[in-house]
């Protein structure tokens, strides 16, 4: 199967969305002699309303890079210096080799030798977002990672206690709100993230443009940041003291309204005793904000009409990002802004399972725990960072193989220089990527999906986390013979089950259509309760194993068609049919019918956050004022993963991956702008070029994410010329969020010397 894309000599126009980022931007493609001739933002598109940025713009230089891999790869040996040497195989001999390395590995080692790293773009992609967990069961291994341990997870934890699903994530009612406060946000660079909202930056001026205030609070000046009504300089980390700080003062001046959702909170009396030392004062001494402004910031909040108060990256990357993003939650319930219009509200995805009410449960973490640290599972996986130890330590259980799919975890994760020798260290690898990378030159089996472009896609994911319920459905622009992630993991999952490598996949998908509508047909007082599952697979659109999948989904969905029940309902055929995509309309209060916990009710302290408030006040002033230099990440509007480093039309121009340092601390440290300097934390070291610039607070100093790609054996031709240095060498492994499991990228305690 060679991924050679189908000629053709008709103009003609498509639409689709746009999968780089969470944004989910419509495109309008023009296609000419079989290419893409131009791409440019959908000005029909229902959600998006024709706004792009540069990076959706690039589908075409991501389609026709020569160093995108079109066939299988097996590693053949290294060259005299080192350096793997790679063969191009047909697709039955690369799962051939997958056959033998998995079943040597587990026969002498066990299931549990066998890992899976998952990347963040999985999300991005839909037959991934379908096939991913049947893999991962097949596989049987509780050595699970992934990108959301470098991420989003005390996200996820936080919901899990709040509400009862680690699913469950409030996202900001921009659209509507009077107030929106954005903590460790850069929107404008980001195009935002555990929140989908296509044109983020034109929807935060309507905040302003009619009569409301937005307010940025980082510890760098970022284009959002200047987009703002005011701007309040923190130092990183910190955002937990501010926010238990805002919540001293809610209760402390009685301005606790708590609105619709009061009958199903508990805990509220026990809050003010566990905030009752942080007080703004104290909150001062450790973040930088002045106790006044602290105040003004909670009166601002209580008293507006409707207020949105949203944390990202900067927030969730820290030592207490879970406790971060559980004050978040509890500021919106204090001040009545919690699953109301404006506020904080939970959004209703056409492919959400609708199910009859049914007794909750208390939410659990540490089901089992990392061989080496100790440290406890959580939504099903590891902590990323724990990933060096276990290949690296000896003992019974330790990782001999790992598969690693669209991720690049020698860059992502913390302490990559050990995380590069552990990769090498692993009797066998396979990995699922477009890219010969720092990471996929360690696998034995390099298997690619096509580009995004002969691909169908639907947004499984990111229509949970939207600001619109919306819909919509992409066919791909271009036909192809290779295999895509959907067919690539149901051969996986055939190979992990023990069946062979020469199985059919659409065994595979053939069973996931089983039992999706088995269980459907078995909901009672469900449209289709009772009918034949063959009958509804017959039913079905045309498409591949994953589109046959989304279809199912939205047709038994809460706006779906039903197969027939309903029939101005959701189906892959009606959606076809509205290529702009369909607007299921604004966000709706979903509180108590959302909540999934003991007795359908919000219990602000399910989780231990009694203690790791305690821990907070325990380690705050010492951490925050020990003088020392903090490193933070930042993103850049033509960047969001590794890989498109190696598109030109992303990285040139400028050099991005600069030390940004305070001209107070450039002065101190004797350093200038354009000289390279020594950047050293515990772990590790880089040289990097430095940008003296007031955009960061004094006390602070920024590296970019996702660089560094001098590695030999890595083939990315582009980015090695703009190769950057990697910061997660200094990201220590030690310091993690001990809830989420979560490393700290952020804050990052580093000295600085003339190189």
């Known amino acids: 199967m060679g991924g050679m894309t189908e000629p053709s000599t008709t103009d003609r126009t498509v639409f689709r969305t746009c999968p780089l ?31 792009i940025c540069p990076k959706g713009s690039t589908l075409k230089q991501l389609h026709e890079d020569p160093d995108r891999l079109r066939k299988p790869l097996v590693r053949r040996g290294f060259d005299d210096d080192g350096a793997p040497v790679f063969e191009e195989v047909d697709w039955d001999e690369a799962f051939r080799v997958v056959d033998e390395k998995l079943a040597a590995v587990r026969e002498q080692h066990g299931v549990e030798s066998v890992g899976v790293f998952l990347g963040n773009p999985n999300v991005h992609i839909l037959g991934a977002s379908t096939h991913t967990r049947g893999f991962l069961k097949a596989l049987g291994s509780r050595s699970r990672f992934s990108a959301s341990t470098v991420d989003q997870m005390p996200r996820h934890v936080a919901s899990g206690y709040l509400y009862g699903s680690g699913a469950s994530m409030p996202v900001p009612d921009m659209d509507r709100t009077d107030l929106f406060v954005l903590l460790g946000a850069n929107p404008f660079a980001s195009n935002g993230s555990i929140c989908t909202a296509p044109g983020f930056p034109d929807r935060i001026d309507a905040v302003r443009e009619r009569g409301g205030r937005v307010i940025v609070i980082d510890p760098r000046r970022t284009r959002t940041a200047d987009a703002a009504d005011l701007y309040l300089p923190i130092r990183p980390g910190t955002d937990a003291a501010l926010l238990a700080a805002v919540v001293h003062h809610l209760i402390g001046t009685d301005q606790v309204s708590m609105g619709r959702v009061a009958a199903q909170v508990d805990g509220s009396e026990t809050l003010a005793d566990a905030v009752e030392h942080f007080s703004p004062e104290w909150a001062a001494e450790v973040t930088g904000i002045e106790a006044d402004q602290i105040r003004a910031l909670a009166d601002e909040i209580a008293a507006a009409d409707s207020a949105a108060v949203y944390g990202r990256i900067g927030t969730t990357t820290v030592e207490f990002g879970t406790l971060t993003t559980w004050l978040l939650d509890v500021v919106a319930i204090l001040t009545g802004n919690l699953d109301e219009p404006g506020g904080m509200m939970f959004p209703r995805a056409a492919t959400e399972r609708v199910r009859p009410p049914r007794p909750g449960r208390q939410y659990r973490v540490g089901r089992w725990a990392s061989r080496v640290r100790g440290r ?90 939207s600001i619109r319920n919306i819909s919509n459905y992409s066919d791909p622009v271009f036909a192809s013979d290779a295999m895509t992630e959907e067919d690539i993991y149901a051969k996986l999952t055939i190979i992990a089950l023990g069946m062979g490598a020469d199985a059919d996949p659409a065994l595979v998908h053939d069973q996931m259509l089983r039992e999706l509508l088995g269980a459907e047909v078995a909901v009672d007082g469900s449209p289709t309760a009772d009918r034949r599952v063959e009958d509804l697979i017959d039913q079905l659109a045309d498409g591949s194993g994953s589109v046959r999948v989304v279809d199912a989904m939205l047709r038994t969905g809460p706006y779906g068609d039903q197969f027939g029940a309903n029939p101005d309902g959701l189906s892959v055929e009606k959606l076809r049919e509205n290529p702009h995509g369909i607007d299921l309309g604004a966000l709706v209060p979903r509180v108590p019918a959302i909540l999934n916990t003991v007795e359908d009710r919000i219990d602000l302290f399910a989780g231990p956050f009694i203690e790791e408030l305690a821990r907070l006040d325990a380690r705050a002033t010492e951490w925050a004022m020990d003088g020392r230099l903090r490193l933070v990440g930042r993103r850049h509007l033509r960047s969001n993963n590794s890989w498109m480093h190696n598109l030109e039309v992303l990285v040139k121009g400028k050099a991005r991956c600069t030390l940004q340092v305070n001209p107070s601390d450039a002065a101190e440290l004797g350093i200038t702008d354009g000289v390279d300097a020594v950047v050293r934390s515990r772990v590790g070291q880089v040289v990097a070029p430095v940008e003296v610039t007031e955009s960061v607070m004094a006390g602070v100093v920024s590296l970019p994410h996702g660089w560094g790609h001098d590695l030999a054996g890595a083939k990315m031709g582009v980015a090695r010329r703009h190769a950057g240095v990697n910061s997660n060498i200094l990201t220590d492994p030690n310091l993690i969020d001990p809830l989420s499991g979560t490393a700290a990228l952020n804050a990052i305690p580093v000295e600085i010397v003339p190189a």
């Open 21 to 51: 980022c969470e944004a989910t931007c419509g495109l309008q493609i023009e296609i000419r002699d079989g290419a893409v001739k131009r791409i440019r933002g959908d000005r029909d598109d229902v959600f998006s309303s024709g706004f």
């Open 376 to 465: 406890p599972e959580v939504q099903g996986e590891l902590p990323a960072a724990d990933m060096p130890d276990e290949m690296l330590e000896p003992g019974e259980g330790r990782l001999r193989m790992m598969f690693t799919c669209a991720g690049n975890p020698v860059l992502s994760c913390p302490d990559g220089d050990r995380m590069d020798e552990a990769f090498a260290s692993l009797d066998a690898m396979v990995s699922v990527d477009i890219y010969l990378n720092e990471t996929t030159r360690h696998a034995d089996v390099i298997l690619p999906p096509p580009s995004a472009l002969e691909k169908s896609h639907y947004d499984i994911s990111f229509y949970g986390l």
